[in-house]
């Protein structure tokens, strides 16, 4: 590059650029300007500021507090149990309920179990053997109930038998139950207490009517009619997620129940309401799975007469109710209100930039209005006027006459 081309560039960084406004009368690009124009202007209010009310400020920090108690009670009538009624300190797992509960609603017993040795489940595939040295002493059955001692114990004529094990004997059974033995938790009410606050505008409120009437709790039941009533039948809990209870209550399952805040503190507090929605969380897709369903268990203990130990063993079938709270809570504030005007306008130049690309570059005639937009203007130097020589053959009228 020359010295005269760098001295050029170097005295370009001192021109000034100044906006110069052409009118043209070009009706396709026009048209596109106005639709361009309408098209933010549609954005701006109706998707910003009417649909996400781009004029409030937000918080999505909600404080909550959950509170559940079940109630109803339950008559079964088993070989294992015999006759026994069932409240909610027997079904409800952990009796003080908070946003996750669950509900037994089949198991299967296993009574007066003793440490002592007895044969392991055939079910067990560690467990299965051929001979003693199969069974080694003091060795753990993997996924079993106990320690193997070192005898494999056949029934006659059988050549394969099981471990011999140190357990609490009778090991469980493993066979699935054929039917839910507290079907009748269908009719079982749960109360789900949910308070809230929004700690940025100080904003607190409940999902229980504010009422005097003592009894309205004893008699209401949830419907898109009564939405402060939280009352809930848990068959129909089941129903809203989209499944059968029955089916559920057979081998268990996880229920989602989702509770939402969004409310416009703009208007009144009356207009700030809980939404539920129901969902079921388990693969109830996986009926045939080995892994489907929902359960624990647990035991129950006891000592008799002669100071041993037993216990009743429990494998709990049942469905956990999940309670899950969030939302939000807009109020206007003129900062959010300022700044997407602000990128509203911005997008009205951006606007403004497109349909000058279009006129420019990218029509027949964009030569001629490239040539009409952009205008080159040099100062004129001034040359000084010197006073002309007289000379000798020069009159003062000649000169006037120059």
């Known amino acids: 590059m020359g010295q005269v081309a760098w001295k050029g560039l170097f005295l370009s960084l001192f021109d000034y650029k100044t906006e110069k406004y052409v009118i043209a009368k070009n009706k396709k690009v026009g048209i596109l300007y106005r639709v361009v124009q309408l098209s933010i202007l549609a954005y701006l209010v109706g998707w910003v500021f009417v649909v996400k009310k781009g004029y409030q400020d937000t918080d999505t920090s909600l404080q909550s507090s959950v509170i559940t108690k079940v109630k109803g009670v339950a008559f079964t009538n088993t070989s294992e149990l015999g006759e026994r009624l069932w409240d909610v300190a027997d079904y409800v797992i952990p009796p003080q309920g908070e946003n996750v509960f669950f509900v037994m609603t089949n198991l299967i017993v296993t009574p007066n179990q003793r440490q002592a040795m007895c044969p392991e489940s055939v079910s067990i595939p560690d467990a299965l053997c051929y001979k003693d040295g199969d069974c080694p002493a003091g060795q753990a059955v993997v996924a079993g109930n106990g320690v193997k001692t070192g005898r494999c114990l056949k029934e006659r004529d059988s050549i394969r038998g099981t471990c011999e094990i140190l357990a609490w004997c009778p090991v469980e059974k493993r066979s699935k139950p054929k039917k839910p033995l507290l079907a009748s938790a269908e009719n079982f009410t749960v109360y789900i207490k949910n308070s809230i606050r929004f700690?940025?505008?100080?904003f607190s409120k409940m999902n229980v009517l504010a009422t005097d009437n003592e009894s309205y709790l004893k008699s209401c039941r949830y419907s898109t009619e009564h939405p402060y009533c939280p009352i809930f039948l848990l068959g129909n809990i089941v129903r809203w997620a989209g499944s059968d209870f029955h089916e559920m209550a057979l081998e268990g399952g996880v229920i989602g129940i989702q509770i939402e805040w969004n409310c416009d503190l703009d208007k009144a507090p009356s207009e700030c309401n809980p939404h539920y929605s129901f969902s079921r969380l388990d693969n109830k897709f996986a009926e045939k799975s080995v892994s489907s369903g929902y359960?624990?268990?647990f035991a129950k203990y006891y000592r008799d007469a002669d100071g041993v130990d037993y216990r009743t063993l429990f494998k709990a079938y049942g469905i956990r109710f999940d309670v899950m709270v969030n939302g939000k809570a807009g109020k206007f504030n003129i900062i959010p209100t300022v700044i997407n005007i602000g990128s509203g306008l911005a997008l009205m130049g951006a606007g403004a930039f497109f349909c000058d690309l279009v006129l420019l570059y990218l029509i027949?005639?964009?030569?001629?209005?490239?040539?009409?937009?952009?205008?080159?203007?040099?100062?004129?130097?001034?040359?000084?006027?010197?006073?002309?020589?007289?000379?000798?053959?020069?009159s003062p009228d000649q000169l006037g006459g120059l």
């Open 364 to 394: 027949k005639k964009s030569n001629f209005y490239r040539g009409k937009k952009y205008e080159e203007v040099k100062s004129s130097s001034r040359k000084s006027l010197s006073s002309p020589t007289l000379n000798g053959n020069q």
């Open 295 to 297: 359960n624990f268990r």
């Open 199 to 202: 700690p940025k505008f100080k």
